[in-house]
């Protein structure tokens, strides 16, 4: 499976970007999808993901996030996208989509969001 991430850039303070991550193949499969971000200097950390099972749909946020960021999935073009909104510099990481699925996880390569102040 290769992911492919894109819609990273420069974007003011405050302003919104969204993260699209295409999959090689149907994401349908896919129980976790979700945006993780490595700051320079810092570990890679959850963003946010999306899961599904029986029982829904369920969406996950770091605390930093919320209420600024969504998740979403559309299964029919194989992507999974990070909406962003009102964009803090704390926010400028490279930012990574990871699918997951029997125990196994694939990662795509990182997009660069940089939010200037």
């Known amino acids: 499976v290769q992911l492919q991430a894109s819609g990273g850039g420069l974007v003011q303070t405050g302003g919104s970007l969204r993260l699209s991550c295409t999959a090689s193949?149907?994401?349908?499969?896919?129980?976790?999808l979700g945006w993780y971000r490595q700051a320079p200097g810092k570990q890679r950390e959850l963003v946010a993901t999306?899961?599904?099972?029986?029982?829904?749909?369920?969406?996950n946020y770091v605390d930093s996030v919320k209420g600024r960021f969504i998740i979403f999935r559309d299964n029919a073009k194989n992507a999974v996208y990070l909406q962003m909104n009102s964009l803090k510099p704390e926010d400028t990481a490279v930012y990574y989509c990871?699918?997951?699925?029997?125990?196994?996880?694939?990662w795509g390569q990182g997009t660069l969001v940089t939010v200037s102040s």
């Open positions: 999306v899961t599904s099972g029986t029982s829904g749909v369920y969406r």
């Open positions: 193949e149907s994401i349908f499969s896919f129980n976790l």
């Open positions: 990871k699918a997951g699925r029997d125990g196994l996880d694939y």
